[in-house]
């Protein structure tokens, strides 16, 4: 199913978890999940090891929740506690528990082998801790189609001039060559639009009305996490690649989680470099990215409808599909080696692309 089991998945942004029981689908698998009275947030499997009922669909009691159907109870960590009408409950009706890691008010799953779990691995940046800089966490983009096609659009610069004429891009960009480059676990694609006109974004946010250096740069943590550092500053300030600071910064992050092979959301915030503080300039960001990202969804729908059908002809690949390209190698390189058993010395992941 292309899914990389091994990694951390949001599951939502903490304010969303509270005592009530809710489900989560991902990868596949349906958890419920719940806020402890210790303040631990809880990931289940969503399933009675009885008849299969959905646990969601029982209540909860305590710290436990019972079983809709013939009251069978789990504790927050999925021991079984009580079977009625008997007085052992054995470990074999034990259900799953999934690590949680909740940080920077964003609740991550690991859904992969839990050994493997670490919580140092779930995704950070300096930014995040930084008085320069102000976080928003925005919303929850639901799309009808496939994580590949929308994680493939995260890495995808040279979209934003045809998708988003209004908000993100416009005409100047169309031509500008994509760069791509790899390390370990980021690939990054990215572009600088020189001496043009402000795009519809940066003329709301930051009320720049004459040519500006423009910047996308579009970083992937794989599997599906998208750090997208975009930004603009008046072209006669003359700025260096390495000094986007001086202009107005954002950086939209997204963290993609697959529901199933048809499904996926998008969990989406912002950190910025301007405005610090101010709600309005959150809900005004928060309303520029909806505008944009509906249009993603709008042509990442109607791709996953295409793709269902048969394919009269191989697919064409084009000079700007570098990252998506390399993406979905990486991609596959990380599932054939989630889903092999090598039993002799380790294969390094040594595929590393720089243009
Ligand atoms: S289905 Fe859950 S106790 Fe019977
Ligand atoms: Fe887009």
Not at 212 to 240: M, Q
């Amino acid at each position: 199913m292309d899914f990389v089991n091994n990694s951390w998945y949001v599951a939502g942004w903490s304010k969303d978890f509270k005592s009530n029981i809710t489900t989560v689908e991902m990868l596949s698998q349906s958890l419920v999940m719940f806020r402890a009275t210790s303040g631990e947030i809880s990931a289940l499997e969503d399933r009675c090891p009885h008849r299969l009922l959905p646990l969601s669909m029982g209540k909860r009691i305590g710290d436990t929740i019972q079983c809709g159907y013939h009251g069978m109870t789990f504790d927050k960590v999925g021991k079984c506690v009580r079977v009625p009408g008997q007085a052992n409950t054995p470990a074999r009706a034990d259900i799953r528990a999934f690590p949680v890691v909740e940080k920077n008010g964003i609740v991550w799953v690991w859904m992969g082998d839990p050994d493997l779990a670490d919580a140092e691995n779930v995704f950070d940046m300096p930014e995040f801790h930084s008085d320069d800089w102000h976080m928003h966490h925005g919303g929850h983009l639901h799309l009808k189609c496939h994580y590949l096609n929308v994680v493939e659009n995260l890495v995808d610069p040279a979209h934003v001039s045809f998708v988003h004429p209004t908000t993100l891009g416009n005409a100047s960009s169309e031509d500008v060559p994509v760069h791509v480059s790899t390390s370990e676990n980021v690939i990054r694609a990215w572009r600088w639009i020189r001496n043009a006109p402000a795009v519809g974004f940066f003329k709301e946010f930051g009320n720049f009305h004459g040519h500006v250096d423009r910047w996308h740069y579009y970083n992937l943590h794989l599997p599906s996490t998208a750090v997208i550092d975009f930004g603009s500053i008046a072209t006669e300030e003359n700025c260096a690649e390495e000094d986007r600071d001086r202009g107005v910064r954002v950086f939209a992050l997204h963290f993609v989680t697959p529901v199933d092979e048809h499904y996926t959301i998008d969990h989406w915030m912002h950190l910025r470099n301007s405005a610090r503080g101010q709600d309005s300039a959150s809900e005004k960001i928060d309303g520029l990215l909806e505008t944009a990202f509906q249009e993603d969804k709008a042509i990442l729908e109607a791709v996953h409808k295409a793709e269902q059908r048969v394919q009269p002809r191989k697919p064409v690949r084009i000079a700007i599909d570098k990252g998506p390209n390399v993406y979905r190698k990486r991609i596959r390189d990380l599932v054939d080696a989630e889903n092999t058993e090598h039993l002799g010395d380790p294969i390094a992941p040594a595929f590393v692309y720089k243009d």
